[in-house]
């Protein structure tokens, strides 16, 4: 099993060395799918705490970077592509550990196809296409074979993977910055078209609002955040691979809070509290809308970069969920063929395509009951975000328990942070499960079974993981065999934590 020692100990089969640190950086940063993300909340979000939008993008960023830390120090001891399962199995045992590898596999499955069709309808609404984004089959043909094309470039290659996210990350920042500085020239230049508000550091307050407002809109900072741990899933691949990736890891949260800030700032005193809180209902498309007001015949710049965003995630979100059911079919946790590499690309074709396969499946499906069906299985993803971040921090402490009183860092960066990172997600886990138990609250706003359809998906997704778990310990017993301390069938030594490397 992969130690800290080297390449040598790590198994064999994936790519290793195939990418550095930067390319791992600019990975963890595709697959939270920034400009899509800022597109689809910020409407939402303002329309719930005001100008008080950037202070919960902060707020939103502390429980990622806590976690962020867990999976740092995680990786150093256990550089295993499938991460979260890896290592709260070795931490609390193969239980655990399997539902946080369901958890991941099933987040790709629920959101690749939402992200290809986002990337679809702002490609073509970019190149004036706007009938084609308009014609529902099109637009369903279409998000297929992007999924299937983008899942191609991740069999191909893991390099040439990375030199597709270089591009695309470059394209997304360069017109989030060209939008933001156009707003926030027309701001203090006061040649607006709309109410307009100077920028204030009173915006940075959280708190400002208070009360459920603040809550539910911690909900949705939570989801635009999620995705960098995509670096670490390449760990295998990665070079310097016991401190590269977590390095990305900590790093894209970071990046993240910068870009997320400073296009709040930009979006909020451009458009004013009252524009968009109007226009709450518009989701993703608020972007379109701003962009025609901010910036006129260049609003083409703001489409493009919603669509490249969603076009790289629709790539970087398929890794992680083929990399955990390698790591789980590698364990015996899963059938054997998941495991499968590649023989000429190296990457886990198998499983890749499973998880592609899967997705569009439940895209088509969710897409015949209705679009707003299709948010709501977005919905659902947070409590399935929350569940296995939250059981990563708490597995950091676990694991690291005899470690963390050698010294304050250990005791901050291994012990608390990850476990103030895990209650708070936890935390918003229960608030999820309570906002959403009300149908009202849902995008479609009906009733399945007396409860929110993101509850029921959520609940239907749990359920079946259990069911499958349960038959697979039945037909291959091995992995439950496991018991926490120990990383695959060879003890790993707890080499401990110094100061200087906490």
């Not at 939270?32 to 902060?58: E, K, N």
């Not at 190149?127 to 899942?151: C, K, P, Y």
């Not at 229960?430 to 993101?454: C, F, K, Q, R, T």
């Given at each position: 099993?992969?130690?800290?020692?080297?390449?040598?100990?790590r198994?064999?089969?994936?790519?290793?060395?195939?990418?550095?640190?930067?390319?791992?950086?600019?990975?963890?940063?595709?697959?939270?799918?920034?400009?899509?993300?800022?597109?689809?909340?910020?409407?939402?979000?303002?329309?719930?705490?005001?100008?008080?939008?950037?202070?919960?993008?902060?707020?939103?960023?502390?429980?990622?970077l806590?976690?962020?830390?867990?999976?740092?120090?995680?990786?150093?001891?256990?550089?295993?592509?499938g991460?979260?399962?890896?290592?709260?199995?070795?931490a609390?045992?193969?239980?655990?550990?399997?539902?946080?590898?369901?958890?991941?596999?099933?987040?790709?499955?629920?959101?690749?196809?939402?992200?290809?069709?986002v990337?679809?309808?702002?490609?073509?609404?970019?190149?004036?296409?706007?009938?084609?984004?308009?014609?529902?089959?099109?637009?369903?043909?279409?998000?297929?074979?992007?999924?299937?094309?983008?899942?191609?470039?991740?069999?191909?290659g893991?390099?040439?993977?990375?030199?597709?996210?270089n591009?695309?990350?470059?394209?997304?920042?360069?017109?989030?910055?060209?939008?933001a500085?156009?707003?926030?020239?027309?701001?203090?230049?006061d040649?607006?078209?709309?109410?307009?508000?100077?920028?204030?550091?009173e915006?940075?307050?959280?708190?400002?609002?208070g009360?459920?407002?603040?809550?539910?809109?911690?909900?949705?900072?939570?989801?635009?955040?999620?995705?960098?741990?995509?670096?670490?899933?390449?760990?295998?691949?990665?070079?310097?691979?016991?401190?590269?990736?977590?390095?990305?890891?900590?790093?894209?949260?970071?990046?993240?809070?910068?870009?997320?800030?400073?296009?709040?700032?930009?979006?909020?005193a451009?458009?004013?509290?009252?524009?968009?809180?109007?226009?709450?209902?518009?989701?993703?498309?608020?972007?379109?809308?701003?962009?025609?007001?901010?910036?006129?015949?260049?609003?083409?710049v703001?489409?493009?970069?919603?669509?490249?965003?969603a076009?790289?995630?629709?790539?970087?979100?398929?890794?992680p969920?083929?990399?955990?059911?390698?790591?789980?079919?590698r364990?015996?946790?899963?059938?054997?063929?998941?495991?499968r590499?590649h023989p000429r690309?190296?990457?886990?074709?198998?499983?890749?395509?499973?998880?592609?396969?899967?997705?569009?499946?439940?895209?088509?499906?969710?897409r015949?009951?209705s679009e707003?069906?299709?948010?709501?299985?977005?919905?659902?993803?947070?409590?399935?975000?929350?569940?296995?971040?939250?059981?990563?921090?708490?597995?950091?402490?676990?694991?690291?328990?005899?470690?963390?009183?050698?010294?304050v860092?250990?005791?901050?960066?291994?012990g608390?942070?990850?476990?103030?990172?895990?209650?708070?997600?936890?935390?918003l886990l229960?608030?999820?499960?309570?906002?959403?138990?009300?149908?009202?609250?849902?995008?479609?706003?009906?009733?399945?079974?007396?409860?929110?359809?993101?509850l029921?998906?959520?609940?239907?997704?749990?359920?079946?993981?259990?069911?499958?778990?349960?038959?697979?310990?039945?037909?291959?017993?091995?992995?439950?065999?496991?018991?926490?301390?120990?990383?695959?069938?060879?003890?790993?030594?707890?080499?401990p934590?110094?100061?200087?490397?906490?």
């Open positions: 099993m992969a130690t800290t020692e080297g390449n040598a100990d198994p064999a089969g994936l790519k290793a060395d195939a990418i550095g640190f930067v390319d791992a950086l600019v990975i963890g940063l595709n697959a939270t799918s920034p400009a899509y993300s800022l597109a689809a909340v910020i409407g939402p979000v303002v329309a719930l705490v005001g100008i008080y939008a950037p202070g919960v993008m902060f707020a939103s960023f502390v429980p990622m806590l976690i962020a830390s867990a999976f740092y120090y995680l990786n150093r001891v256990d550089q295993d592509c991460t979260t399962f890896s290592w709260v199995t070795r609390m045992g193969p239980w655990a550990g399997w539902l946080g590898g369901w958890a991941i596999a099933m987040t790709g499955v629920l959101v690749v196809g939402s992200l290809a069709d990337a679809v309808t702002f490609g073509l609404l970019t190149v004036g296409l706007d009938s084609w984004a308009e014609n529902e089959f099109v637009r369903q043909l279409l998000t297929v074979l992007l999924i299937l094309v983008m899942t191609g470039l991740c069999v191909i893991t390099e040439l993977s990375a030199r597709v996210q591009v695309l990350i470059l394209a997304q920042v360069a017109c989030l910055l060209v939008f500085v156009v707003a926030l020239y027309r701001v203090y230049a040649t607006g078209t709309l109410a307009s508000a100077r920028p204030s550091a915006w940075l307050n959280p708190f400002g609002s009360g459920a407002p603040l809550t539910a809109a911690l909900l949705l900072g939570v989801f635009i955040y999620w995705g960098w741990e995509s670096a670490v899933n390449l760990t295998e691949e990665t070079r310097d691979p016991a401190s590269a990736p977590g390095r990305a890891a900590v790093w894209s949260t970071v990046v993240l809070l910068v870009t997320y800030v400073a296009v709040g700032f930009a979006v909020v451009y458009a004013g509290p009252l524009f968009l809180a109007e226009n709450a209902g518009e989701e993703e498309f608020i972007f379109a809308l701003l962009a025609g007001e901010a910036m006129g015949g260049w609003d083409w703001v489409l493009l970069a919603v669509s490249t965003s076009l790289a995630s629709t790539q970087t979100t398929i890794i969920a083929s990399r955990t059911a390698l790591s789980m079919a364990r015996q946790a899963l059938p054997a063929r998941f495991g590499i690309y190296r990457t886990p074709d198998v499983s890749t395509w499973w998880v592609a396969g899967i997705a569009i499946v439940w895209y088509l499906v969710v015949q009951i707003n069906a299709l948010f709501d299985s977005l919905t659902a993803l947070s409590l399935l975000i929350a569940f296995y971040y939250a059981l990563t921090g708490i597995a950091c402490a676990v694991y690291y328990r005899r470690r963390l009183t050698e010294s860092r250990n005791l901050l960066l291994i608390l942070g990850p476990l103030i990172g895990a209650g708070l997600l936890i935390w229960v608030e999820s499960v309570i906002d959403m138990a009300d149908p009202a609250n849902s995008y479609s706003g009906v009733s399945w079974l007396g409860l929110g359809p993101p029921v998906i959520g609940i239907v997704i749990a359920l079946v993981g259990v069911v499958v778990m349960l038959v697979w310990r039945f037909v291959s017993p091995a992995f439950w065999s496991e018991r926490p301390g120990v990383a695959g069938p060879e003890p790993v030594k707890d080499k934590v110094k100061d200087e490397e906490a």
